[in-house]
């Protein structure tokens, strides 16, 4: 079995446990840092990676987690789907505050 190089954003699995996503990789340390679904975080020891027979997976339907995320505070459209573009959650926030400042009269 080939070793997965571990990539922000990607989520992950040991054999039998839970799934978990990579949110940090800092290299000059040798730290992985990842988060489980339920919002725990942890530590892999760069040299520990491969000898954890990590396989890649789907990332959770519902991805709030552990998030406090009520479904109407998601960027959705009237079907329930990301827009085709999502690949920033700050971007709704910026495109938003730009939307509201054009829309203050001078």
Do not use: C, K
Not at 20 to 36: P, T
Not at 41 to 57: G, S, T, Y
């Amino acid at each position: 079995m080939a070793v997965l190089f571990p990539t922000v954003g990607r989520w992950y699995q040991r054999p039998g446990r839970d799934s978990f996503e990579v949110v940090a990789v800092d290299e000059a340390q040798g730290l992985i840092e990842i988060q489980y679904f339920d919002g725990s975080v942890a530590e892999i020891d760069w040299e520990h990676w491969p000898r954890l027979l990590i396989q890649r997976v789907a990332a959770p339907e519902d991805w709030s987690g552990a998030l406090d995320v009520a479904p109407e505070d998601t960027v959705r459209d009237h079907d329930g789907q990301l827009p085709h573009d999502w690949s920033d959650p700050l971007e709704v926030l910026e495109r938003e505050r730009d939307h509201d400042v054009d829309l203050i009269p001078n």
